[in-house]
């Protein structure tokens, strides 16, 4: 089945204690992206993938990093988490740059950051 | 001003009505558009894209008018399971920039 999975579903932590939130995909697509959801803003795109080793910002990379050493990973990183990055994440993965149309999200991970 | 605006609602209409959502965008070099639903706490899925020629999905019409700057779409005859948030995305030359709307809530009654 075709799908894109995000660890952890639910979490809680602490302001400064470092996270990976990890997403993979099995259909061999080329562009990946993250993005956070708040209430009356939307999804705002966090970083984008458009193959391996190719990362590059979206409109709020701030206390985040990403990597892209494999195709099918790409986990976000909260180096040092503050409660302003409390949020619903989600992971998307598309066949090729500019295919929303191919474009499958994950589940989402709620993070709350205390 | 946001890049990508929608009215946030919420819509709430009888069953078998008839409904409409704009969404405006401010970026003219916008190169694809799209309409995407989602439901309460899940993922956002792709309901359809939209085509400068207006493009239809069974009770879904979808339309685009580059030169006001909006995008709409229209649901026909209503069910109880349109009930959900639709959002609109703009995407600008090769998903080098993508933004969604904030979405609209819409609330189907019996």
């Known amino acids: 089945e075709a799908q894109v999975t995000q660890n952890p579903r639910y979490l809680i932590t602490v302001t400064g204690k470092k996270l990976t939130v990890t997403c993979s995909q099995n259909?061999?697509?080329?562009?990946m992206s993250w993005y956070r959801q708040d209430p009356g803003l939307g999804l705002r795109q966090i970083y984008y993938s458009m193959n391996v080793e190719v990362t590059d910002k979206g409109d709020v990379p701030e206390g985040y990093k990403v990597s892209r050493k494999e195709k099918r990973n790409f986990p976000l990183i909260l180096e040092s988490p503050s409660p302003n990055q409390t949020s619903l994440y989600f992971c998307a993965s598309s066949l090729l740059a500019g295919g929303l149309e191919t474009q499958y999200f994950g589940p989402g991970t709620r993070l709350l950051v205390l | 001003r946001k890049e990508v605006e929608q009215d946030p609602g919420p819509f709430n209409v009888p069953e078998g009505a008839t409904v409409a959502f704009n969404c405006t965008y401010s970026?003219?070099?916008?190169?694809?558009f799209f309409w995407y639903r989602q439901d309460c706490r899940k993922e956002p899925k792709l309901l359809m894209s939209v085509y400068s020629s207006g493009n239809e999905d069974g009770r879904f019409t979808a339309q685009l008018n580059r030169a006001s700057q909006y995008i709409s779409l229209l649901i026909r005859d209503s069910k109880l399971s349109d009930s959900a948030t639709y959002l609109c995305?703009?995407?600008?030359?090769?998903?080098?920039?993508?933004?969604f709307g904030s979405g609209t809530r819409l609330s189907i009654r019996p």
């Open positions: 970026n003219s070099a916008s190169q694809s």
């Open positions: 259909m061999n697509h080329e562009y």
């Open positions: 995305v703009v995407e600008y030359s090769s998903a080098s920039k993508i933004i």
